[in-house]
């Protein structure tokens, strides 16, 4: 079938099956499973996203989604095309109508996310207009209720903003970290998302002769370790420091915060320099062995 015959429509919950029938081995070569399959009844419901799938009639060759992070903000995921359709320009043409439906929402900016690893999803994300926006990687500290923090550690937002406004971690991350609402996104980190976290006690702002790093508290996921058990996740928006001395003051205080709201794991986003991946293996804290790659488009631009 020509790409020509393949209709874009909006998805709906009856194509779950054909869905699920070229997404659930998806990351199959790296012993990891998709979350499509598992999400994705809750996944595309809601009037702030769109969901798109390419209907070849007697499958399904596509699905991709766009949902609205903020009223300019607009993030892409879950791209993924069945492989008995890939070389036939379906990514492109998906990637195309989320464009203008972000554009009709009014969003000047779409980003994506892409696995570092994951080379044909960098090559197709540049070759519809995506450009490199930053990189981060994820940090897996060990809750400890005994965890004593060698500094001060206050709920202090203004602080908080005061220091992220100036940090190397806020340039290099281009102001993001994660979304505190869509999971696997990011968007521009706020003064007011700090002042809300600070409200709900998720706040975490190291101190010691001025403000040294902050932390916020993201989520909580119920997901099951390699032996089927459940395990709760406690995962932070974003990490970031001066030096490696508030860094270890500022693992001391999450790992301190997890264990109090029960956490059996801890993932937090840290930025993806030397600096800040080398300080944290220096306080012999867990750090991925890849990084994840933000791409971001222009939509202010005429890329048709």
């Given at each position: 079938m020509g790409v020509s015959c393949i209709e874009l429509r909006e998805a709906t919950h009856d194509d779950y099956d054909d869905v699920v029938?070229?997404?659930?081995?998806?990351?199959?070569?790296?012993?990891?499973?998709d979350y499509i399959p598992h999400v994705y009844h809750d996944w595309i419901d809601g009037d702030d996203r769109y969901t798109v799938v390419a209907d070849a009639?007697?499958?399904?060759?596509g699905i991709v989604q766009c949902v609205m992070l903020?009223?300019?903000?607009?993030?892409?995921q879950g791209m993924r095309v069945n492989p008995d359709f890939r070389g036939q320009?379906?990514?492109?043409?998906m990637t195309s109508e989320l464009f203008g439906w972000a554009r009709e929402q009014g969003a000047t900016t779409l980003r994506n996310m892409v696995f570092s690893w994951n080379i044909a999803g960098l090559g197709q994300s540049r070759a519809t207009g995506y450009e490199p926006i930053t990189e981060f990687r994820w940090a897996y500290p060990q809750p400890d209720a005994n965890a004593d923090p060698a500094m001060t550690v206050t709920a202090d937002p203004d602080a908080a903003w005061g220091y992220w406004t100036k940090s190397d971690a806020r340039s290099h991350l281009q102001g993001l970290a994660l979304d505190f609402e869509e999971?696997?996104?990011?968007?521009?980190?706020t003064r007011d998302d700090l002042e809300r976290s600070a409200?709900?006690?998720?706040?975490?702002?190291v101190q010691e002769n001025g403000t040294r790093g902050l932390a916020s508290f993201f989520r909580e996921e119920e997901r099951k370790n390699e032996d089927g058990e459940p395990e709760l996740w406690i995962e932070y928006a974003i990490s970031a420091w001066a030096d490696?001395?508030?860094?270890?003051?500022?693992?001391?205080?999450?790992?301190?915060?997890?264990?109090?709201?029960?956490?059996?794991?801890?993932r937090t986003l840290i930025p993806e320099t030397p600096r800040f991946v080398s300080d944290t293996a220096y306080c012999r804290v867990e750090v991925d062995g890849e990084p994840d790659f933000v791409m971001g488009m222009d939509l202010t631009k005429d890329y048709r």
């Open positions: 029938a070229f997404t659930e081995d998806t990351w199959s070569d790296r012993d990891s499973s009639g007697d499958a399904i060759a903020s009223e300019w903000e607009a993030w892409g320009g379906i990514a492109n043409r999971s696997w996104a990011l968007s521009e980190l409200e709900n006690d998720e706040l975490l702002v490696a001395d508030a860094a270890r003051s500022l693992f001391a205080a999450m790992a301190r915060d997890a264990a109090a709201r029960g956490a059996d794991r801890i």
